[in-house]
C-alpha cells in the first residue's frame, strides 16, 4: 500500500489569515505563533509522514477547509533503498530516533513510571534540547547526504495531532484490561490532581441537578464536561500536568456539543414508550410515586420484563453515545450525530473487549468495597460510631473520587483505542 507524506507549503488560501492561523492552532493545539509560522512563512513543511492514502486525504481535507494550502506527496521511505551498499557512504542512512510509545520512555524523564498502552497509543515526538550535535555529525561525515528541508525531522515542524477517524478498528479482547490498565498508570501520575479533579466535576454536576429544570440543564451541560476530560487526558498524554481548569476546556469547542445532549434527551424520553405501551399514559404520571408504580408493576409484572428488556437494548448503545461522542466531536471535528452513530458501531464492533472491561471492573469494585467495609468494620469495633462513621465516610469518598477518575481517564483510552490511527 502507498504511503503518502502531508506536507504544508506555507501560504495560506483564506482571505482571512488571522482565523485560519486560530483554527490551525485549535486543531494542531499549538500556538498561534507556531501556527502562523507554520501556514503563512512560505517555508515548505512536512507534518505527517508515511501514512496512508485515507488518512492523508482527511489530513488535506480538514487543512484546507481551515484554510491552510497543503498537497501530498509519495513517501520518500516507499523508494528508499532496503540495504544501502557499504561502498556507498552517501547513501548512508541517517540515524533518526524512532517515535516510541509512551510507556517506552526512560522514568527519569517522566518523573513517574508510565503505564502500560495499547501499542497505537504513540507519544508525541520529543523536542530536542539541542541542535548543535547534528551540525557536528554532518561535519564529521562529508559523504552523508543532505536531507531536503521538505522531509527534515525538525519537532517544530510537527504538528502535535493524532489521526482521529471515524471508523472504528476491530480490537482484541485483552484490551478491555489495557484500557484499565493504562488508566491506573495515568492516574498514578497525578493521583490527587485527578482525586480533585473528579470531587469537583461530581460537586458541579451534584448543584447542576438542583437547578428545576426537568433534567434538561444537566444533560446538555455533561457533553462540555466530557470533552473536558478528555482533552485533559490528552493533554496529559503529550506532558502537560492535570489541572481542575481543564475540566471547562470543553466549553471553549464550537463543534455542538449541545446536541450530543438533546439526541441523548430526546433518545431517553423514547425508551419511556415500551413502558407506555404495556402500562399505558397513566405510568407517566406515576413518575417519582414509588407506590403507584409497584402497583403498576405487579399488575403486568410480564409487561414490565419486557420493557425493561427493550428499554436496555436501546438505551446501552445510547448512554455510550453519550459518554464517548465528545471525543470525536472534538478530536476528529465530526458533527454531534455522526460522532453518536460512530461511537455505536464501534461498541457493536468491540463488544467482547467491553464485555471483558465490564466484568474486569465489576470485581475490582467488589474487592475494593469489601476491603473498605473490612476496615471500617475494624475501626468500628475500637472506635465510638461517630469516629467509625466519619472513617468510612472518608474511605468511601477517596475510593469513588480514585474509581471515578481511573473510569474518566478510560473513557479516553477507549475511544482512542478504536478512533485513532496515527
Known sequence: MEKFDVVLTG????????EAVRRMA????????????????????????????????????????????????????????????????????????????????????????QPDLPSNFVAPPRRRKSRKKDGAEAAANPYQAPQSEIYQESDENIVRTGGWGTEAQKLPASHGWLWIKGAIGLFWEYYWSWMFFTFVWGLILGLISLIPSGNIIPTILMPFFMAGIMLTVDGQLNGEAVKVKGLFS???QQNGLWKIGLIYFAGSLILLL?????????ILGSIGDEAALQR?????????????????????????????APALVVFAEEGAFASYKAVIKGIIKNWLPF????????????????????????????RSGVFAFSLFAVIIMFLCSA????????????????????
Not at 355 to 375: E, P, Q, R
Not at 404 to 413: D, E, P, R
Open 403 to 422: 474509581f471515578g477518575s481511573i473510569m474518566n481517564i478510560m473513557t479516553y483510552m477507549c475511544c482512542r483505542d478504536m478512533f485513532y490511527e496515527g
Open 11 to 18: 501560504n495560506v488560501i483564506s482571505e482571512d489569515i488571522d
Open 355 to 382: 464485555l471483558v472491561n465490564g466484568f474486569i471492573l465489576l470485581g475490582i469494585f467488589m474487592i475494593v468495597m469489601i476491603v473498605g467495609g473490612v476496615v471500617v468494620f475494624f475501626f468500628s469495633t475500637q
Open 250 to 252: 470543553g466549553f471553549k
Open 26 to 113: 485549535e486543531f494542531g493545539r499549538i500556538s498561534e505563533e507556531k501556527a502562523r509560522d507554520l501556514i503563512a512563512s512560505g517555508r515548505i513543511t512536512t507534518i505527517k509522514k508515511a501514512v496512508d492514502e485515507n488518512v492523508a486525504a482527511r489530513y488535506r481535507d480538514k487543512l484546507t477547509a481551515i484554510g491552510v494550502e497543503v498537497v501530498l506527496r509519495q513517501s520518500l521511505a516507499e523508494s528508499a533503498p532496503a540495504a544501502p551498499s557499504p561502498a556507498s557512504p552517501s547513501l548512508a542512512k541517517r540515524d533518526t530516533p524512532p517515535v516510541t510509545p509512551l510507556n517506552a520512555r526512560p522514568r527519569e524523564e517522566q518523573g513517574r513510571q
Open 296 to 324: 403498576y408493576f405487579e399488575s403486568n409484572f410480564l409487561g414490565l420484563i419486557l420493557a425493561l428488556l427493550i428499554a436496555a437494548l436501546f438505551g446501552i448503545p445510547l448512554v455510550a453515545g453519550y459518554i464517548f
Open 274 to 282: 415500551p413502558f407506555i405501551a404495556f402500562f399505558g399514559v397513566g
